[in-house]
């Protein structure tokens, strides 16, 4: 069993930064991608960024890049999501996310946190 635990959301206004981390915990494997969706109100949870184990390998949805950047640190088997520029419609919760590789977490992650709310305000 892995657990994910998410940290670092609340409010913002329009162009601020804001920091997410996701600690996993448990069986996660020799090896594993870790990466982030989200979901906004009333719309289906998307994409938004992952990392291979390396960290030599990043993908992002194209509506962040440029303004987010995901990174790692396998010591402490955490991933964090650095947010700048940040628009209203970035505002959502968002979501940890664990699998095999990145193709998959983009996919079908096998584990997943419980989520953190971002509000941007305009």
């Known amino acids: 069993q892995v657990l994910l635990e998410e940290s670092g959301g609340g409010l913002v206004q329009t162009g601020g930064s804001l920091r997410l981390s996701c600690a996993a915990s448990?069986?996660?494997?020799?090896?594993?991608?870790m990466g982030w969706f989200r979901q906004a109100p009333g719309k289906e949870r998307e994409f938004v960024a992952a990392i291979s184990w390396s960290g030599g390998f990043t993908v992002y949805t194209d509506s962040v890049k440029g303004r987010f950047t995901i990174s790692r640190d396998n010591a402490k088997r955490t991933v964090t999501l650095q947010m700048n520029s940040l628009k209203p419609e970035d505002t959502a919760v968002y979501y940890c996310?664990?699998?095999?590789?990145?193709?998959?977490?983009?996919?079908?992650?096998?584990?997943w946190g419980q989520g953190t709310q971002v509000t941007v305000s305009s």
């Open positions: 448990g069986r996660t494997g020799s090896s594993y991608a």
């Open positions: 996310a664990l699998a095999r590789t990145t193709l998959v977490l983009k996919s079908t992650p096998d584990y």
